[in-house]
């Protein structure tokens, strides 16, 4: 079965509302386009990725579902909109007209009140995106993780795909509270979790030792069957260029089975976020 990248980015920075892309990040604060990407897929076998919002507008969505309607390795697009508006059930069900996307991320990480996920005036944004069959990509810190199960709990159904494993501080002294909200989201099973985003979270030199304990955490909690793996290209390059994460991620999943390695690497991404979109599966 081929595989599945289900965390890329694109940007443009003259589109101008990528707040958190400045120059301070050095190497990747340039454009980045479907054509910079292709050749690292081509190198590790990849067939498709997941496309996902780097900022948080309607515009750049629609700037991401024009790439993807034009790029043929683009499967489907994570966009964005205003949860907090008053028709934001009405635009969920916009966007889901265009059978490219398949999930929904508020930038949670960067809103300041943490209690957001938790609030009850979402109700009808969330309710419509279990309605809409779309996917909630949750990108969050440990601290959300228990808001982000109040939120489950309202919305049983709501689908759900924690970014980066919830962004621990890998080698830090304290990771008891991922853990913990780790394991507590973990017990809904329409909760995934991706394995992406992990380098940029290790300290400078990171070596694959430093991600162990994490990775096998997630896997204790998700199972195969529930994690998914991503580049978080062009933001991995921070830590790791492609080919080294690709190689890393690989040797983690060395234990598992070839029928689990392959639900990992692209037939979980299949599943959540393009299968019950109705869209084409095979690739």
């Not at 419509?128 to 440990?142: E, M």
């Not at 049983?156 to 795909?161: E, F, G, M, N, S």
Request: proline share 7%; with cysteine.
């Amino acid at each position: 079965m081929s595989r599945i990248d289900a965390h890329q980015h694109v940007w443009r920075l003259s589109r101008g509302d990528y707040g958190w892309l400045t120059p301070a990040l050095g190497p990747i604060y340039r454009d980045f386009t479907p054509d910079d990407l292709a050749p690292h897929l081509a190198a590790h076998d990849i067939a498709a990725t997941i496309l996902v919002q780097a900022a948080p507008t309607a515009a750049e969505t629609a700037f991401l579902l024009d790439i993807a309607r034009t790029t043929d390795f683009v499967a489907g697009v994570v966009g964005w909109t205003d949860f907090d508006a008053p028709d934001a059930p009405a635009a969920i069900a916009g966007l889901a007209a265009n059978p490219l996307l398949v999930g929904l991320r508020p930038m949670v990480q960067d809103i300041a009140d943490d209690d957001w996920l938790a609030r009850a005036a979402l109700a009808s944004a969330f309710d419509a995106i279990v309605a809409q069959n779309l996917v909630f990509d949750a990108l969050l810190k440990p601290r959300h993780l228990p808001r982000l199960i109040a939120a489950l709990d309202r919305h049983p159904q709501l689908a759900v795909v924690i970014d980066h494993g919830a962004k621990p501080a890998i080698g830090g002294d304290d990771d008891d509270a991922w853990r913990a909200g780790i394991a507590a989201a973990a017990r809904y099973p329409n909760v995934a979790c991706k394995l992406s985003g992990l380098v940029t979270e290790a300290p400078a030199h990171w070596q694959i030792d430093d991600l162990r304990p994490y990775v096998e955490y997630l896997l204790t909690c998700f199972g195969p069957q529930r994690l998914i793996w991503g580049s978080d290209w062009p933001v991995v390059t921070l830590a790791a260029d492609y080919g080294r994460w690709v190689a890393a991620a690989e040797h983690l999943m060395a234990p598992l089975d070839d029928e689990a390695r392959a639900a990992v690497f692209g037939g979980n991404a299949r599943r959540i976020y393009l299968a019950h979109r109705g869209k084409p599966i095979a690739c």
